[in-house]
C-alpha cells in the first residue's frame, strides 16, 4: 500500500510542477475561493485518485466515521469541499489530498479528435481572463508546455490498473479508496 500511495504522490508531484510551469508562463490562476467546478454534482474519479486521502484519513483515525458519512449521507457535491455560507464560493479541505481530476481541472488539455490540445478550463477563468486565456489558447497551439489529461491518467493506470480503469461519481471514488485502506489494514 505504501508503495502506491508514493507512486500516487509522485504523479501529482510531477502534475503540480508541470500546471505551475503553465501557469507561471500564461498567468492563468484560480479566484481565491471560487470553487465553482467544485460545485458540479457530475464530477467523476478514479478510487486511485483519493488513496493519498484515504490513507491520511486512516492515519487520522477518521477513515471509519468518513466512510459512515459517506454512506449514510450520500451527496452529488464532493465531500471534501465546502462551501462558504456568507458568499458564492469554497474551498477544498483537503487540498493536498485531492483527486487528479481537481488538479487537473483549469490548467491541462485534452486532445480533440484531429490529435490538437484543447485547454480544458472554466468560464470564469476564461470570461474575468480573456485576454490571459485568449493568449494561453494561442500559445498550446503553438506548442507551448501544457499537461495533458490523458497522459496523467495512463501514468495513474500504470500505478494499478484495477483502481483506476473504472470511473465513478467522485464520493463513491472516495468511499471506494477509503474501503481498499480499510481492507488492506484489516488483513494486514
Do not use: W
Amino acid at each position: 500500500m505504501q508503495e502506491k500511495i508514493k507512486a500516487v504522490e509522485q504523479v501529482f508531484q510531477e502534475l503540480d510542477k508541470e500546471i505551475a510551469t503553465f501557469q507561471s508562463h500564461t498567468k492563468l490562476h484560480c479566484i481565491a475561493g471560487c470553487g465553482a467546478c467544485c460545485k458540479k454534482p457530475d464530477i467523476e474519479a478514479t478510487p486511485l485518485e483519493f488513496i493519498p486521502f484515504a490513507h491520511y484519513l486512516y492515519q487520522k483515525g477518521e477513515a471509519e466515521k468518513v466512510l459512515e458519512q459517506l454512506e449514510s449521507n450520500p451527496q452529488d457535491i464532493c465531500i471534501i469541499f465546502k462551501s462558504f455560507e456568507t458568499a458564492n464560493g469554497g474551498t477544498c479541505t483537503e487540498y493536498k489530498y485531492r483527486g487528479l481530476i481537481c488538479r487537473l481541472f483549469g490548467f491541462s488539455a485534452r486532445v480533440d479528435k484531429h490529435g490538437k490540445s484543447e485547454l480544458a478550463t472554466c468560464k470564469i477563468i476564461k470570461e474575468t481572463q480573456s485576454e490571459d486565456y485568449t493568449k494561453a489558447v494561442n500559445e498550446i497551439g503553438e506548442g507551448i508546455a501544457i499537461p495533458v489529461m490523458r497522459d496523467y491518467y495512463f501514468k495513474l493506470r500504470s500505478v494499478d490498473a484495477s483502481l483506476s480503469d473504472k470511473f465513478y461519481p467522485i464520493n463513491i471514488a472516495i468511499k471506494e479508496a477509503i474501503e481498499k485502506v480499510l481492507l488492506y489494514y484489516a488483513y494486514r
